[in-house]
């Protein structure tokens, strides 16, 4: 903190870089969300990486023109785990944060526009995605609810946060998706409905309009698990493997469950699905899915690997761990005592 006061930093992104404590990791995550809180206050956002990694990746020794120095080790599984560790930070810690994308899709959306909701800490984030992926934007609000939003409150920024959106005046903006995670209120749903058609009156948004709203549910009273089983040539017992990345499974005409992971890849255990439930909306079920199944594809945060959770989702659980985590000031002082 002393080195931003003595530069006078502000209004900026960074990386900051700190130890390990010696004590449970918990706090390890206090201090990230202590550091990340204060500079926020001066206007900077920055993401938190750890010195174990790079400390174990190097070593004083002997070098090539026999002087002494910092060389990375020859141990080949801990040079991999530096390189990893290299490209998560440049993938997360900065593309991520300064709203650079690795890539974007190549078969567009069913929805012009997709919004995802999700709300931490009394934090309410918002993630709006455009048809191909390469157009998004997060926007935070503070709220006096921990998990349901007033109407008043979801109309009011709903409004505000579209009626900035110069994509909607250039674009023809038709067929919004609005995906929340866990349980869509009747309040939300109310302001959200009466925003839009407050924008369509005034010639913002395109008329005749159509919004889906859809619950994206990480977990389910319903325990529900989905296995592709057969019989291979000249083996009498069938085997049973994970099922392929796309499957789903239609419960009722308006839920289903889909594979967001699975085959081809390989991973201990069983595929967990999404549950997908439409609440309410024009948009087919199918489309629907498809367009979950597409935003799980953005695999940002790990280029190589398959998401669970589709961007919409995904990207409001970075940006609120980021700027919503929560920071308990005894705790983080007095811990250590306790311990």
Request: hydrophobic fraction near 35%.
């Amino acid at each position: 903190m002393s080195a931003v006061d003595e530069n006078d930093a502000k209004d900026g992104f960074g990386v900051v870089m700190i130890p390990r404590l010696p004590y449970k990791a918990r706090k390890e995550d206090q201090l990230a969300n202590l550091l990340m809180r204060k500079l926020r206050k001066k206007g900077v956002y920055v993401s938190v990486i750890h010195t174990e990694v790079p400390e174990e990746s190097y070593e004083y020794t002997t070098l090539e023109n026999g002087g002494e120095g910092w060389k990375l080790v020859s141990d080949r599984k801990q040079k991999g785990k530096f390189k990893g560790y290299i490209r998560n930070v440049v993938l997360n810690k900065i593309l991520i944060t300064n709203n650079v994308w690795p890539f974007v899709l190549k078969t567009p959306l069913n929805a012009d526009l997709t919004i995802g909701i999700d709300v931490k800490n009394n934090t309410v984030g918002f993630t709006l995605i455009y048809k191909s992926g390469a157009e998004i934007r997060f926007v935070s609000s503070q709220s006096d609810q921990k998990e349901q939003l007033g109407r008043k409150h979801m109309y009011a920024k709903f409004y505000d946060i579209l009626k900035e959106e110069r994509e909607l005046l250039s674009k023809n903006i038709r067929k919004i998706v609005v995906h929340r995670q866990g349980i869509l209120f009747p309040p939300e749903k109310t302001g959200i409905i009466q925003a839009l058609n407050r924008l369509e009156k005034e010639n913002l948004l395109t008329k005749g309009y159509e919004c889906t709203f859809v619950e994206i549910r990480t977990t389910s009273r319903i325990p529900f698990r989905l296995f592709n089983v057969t019989r291979l040539p000249g083996r009498p017992k069938e085997m049973v493997y994970n099922p392929p990345i796309g499957m789903y499974y239609p419960i009722s005409e308006n839920d289903a469950f889909i594979c967001t992971t699975g085959y081809p890849y390989r991973f201990w255990g069983t595929s967990k699905p999404l549950h997908v439930i439409k609440v309410e909306g024009k948009m087919p079920l199918k489309q629907i899915l498809e367009d979950v199944f597409y935003l799980s594809n953005l695999t940002w945060t790990k280029i190589d690997d398959c998401s669970r959770l589709p961007l919409s989702v995904k990207m409001n659980d970075i940006r609120l761990r980021e700027i919503a985590g929560e920071y308990d000031r005894d705790a983080f002082r007095f811990g250590e005592e306790e311990d």
